[in-house]
């Protein structure tokens, strides 16, 4: 086979990555741009969403579809409320301090962690996806009649990996829409320019950071749960997401949503391309050294805004 083909299929998986890493690395930003809080349990809540798609789905007989829709929209919510609880009981009683957040998100990381590990096992558990068609990849070349068509032996992909880019980029839409559309949207920008001008203002502050954290660990549930039929779901999957996240969040610039999406399918195309034709430890290694770069040329990010 020729590279243009391989190419192709090492872009999808990589569109794939990038898909689910955008939605994890959303949230984390999100919940560091309103709040300025560092939330190491991040990946966690993505492992939980997981895991939780498992149960749900295990529990719901008949066609795969039906438990699938449901955990997609139950398991988000279950796992944002979490969130939200964890946001009202921990952080806001040491007032959201930079510092003790950071440890008491360790805190919770495992905690989550160590719950999921007496409740739900050590095991690794598959979900079914809800379709999941082979599709072949067409490849044009230009011949001696023109461009042709052909159907390079091998070259396939399954309709549920196009199904997770489809719905990640439609969650990505409304999570835009939410912050320039809506009246909550309003409040988070106005809480993240300034916090005291607008508690001035009469803006419930400490419950627009309930929903931010809420929102932020919903969104890597929904990763977790449109990724878990493609990978398996395991109480120590959350480390890879939130270093990854991190990645995503400092070179596309801390708290530019933008920016963390451009980043993130970056970072997740060259991870597919690089892993396809090298290895993935290569690409995680070039990965990071991006990130070096990064903070050594432009410290704000590639969208962030400079402190004055």
Do not use: C
């Not at 709040?35 to 895991?51: C, I, Y």
């Not at 955990?71 to 003790?100: C, Q, W």
């Not at 449109?226 to 596309?252: E, K, N, R, T």
Request: a neutral charge; proline letters at 5%; aromatic letters at 10%.
């Amino acid at each position: 086979m020729d590279f243009g083909p391989y190419l192709i299929l090492a872009s999808l998986e990589g569109a794939v990555t990038a898909a689910v890493l955008a939605l994890t690395a959303v949230g984390l930003s999100l919940v560091f741009g309103v709040m300025r809080v560092v939330n190491v349990a991040h990946g966690e809540f993505f492992m939980l969403g997981a895991v939780l798609a498992w149960w749900v789905t295990s529990m719901i007989g008949g066609h795969p579809a039906l438990g699938f829709g449901v955990a997609l929209v139950l398991v988000p919510v279950l796992v944002g409320l979490t969130a939200a609880v964890a946001d009202v009981t921990i952080l806001k009683r040491i007032n959201y301090d930079p510092e003790r957040t950071i440890i008491a998100t360790i805190g919770i990381l495992y905690i989550i962690q160590q719950l999921t590990l007496m409740t739900y096992g050590p095991d690794a558990r598959p979900v079914t996806p809800p379709f999941n068609t082979r599709l072949a990849i067409p490849w044009f070349e230009f011949g001696e009649n023109g461009l042709q068509m052909y159907w390079p032996w091998g070259l396939s992909t399954t309709s549920y990996k196009l199904g997770v880019i489809g719905a990640a980029a439609a969650v990505l839409v409304g999570v835009w829409l939410l912050m320039v559309r809506t009246k909550i949207g309003l409040l988070m920008r106005a809480t993240q320019l300034d916090r005291e001008m607008a508690l001035a203002f009469g803006i419930p502050v400490e419950r627009v950071y309930a929903i931010v954290f809420g929102i932020g660990a919903g969104l890597a549930a929904m990763a977790a749960v449109l990724i878990v039929p493609i990978q398996q779901a395991h109480y120590l999957m959350g480390g890879d997401p939130l270093l990854l996240s991190f990645i995503v969040v400092i070179i596309g610039g801390l708290g530019s949503l933008p920016g963390t999406v451009v980043a993130a399918v970056l970072i997740g195309l060259s991870d597919g391309i690089i892993s396809v034709f090298f290895s993935p430890t290569l690409a995680k290694i070039l990965a990071t050294l991006l990130v070096a770069l990064v903070l050594v040329f432009r410290p704000q990010g590639l969208f962030g805004v400079k402190d004055a």
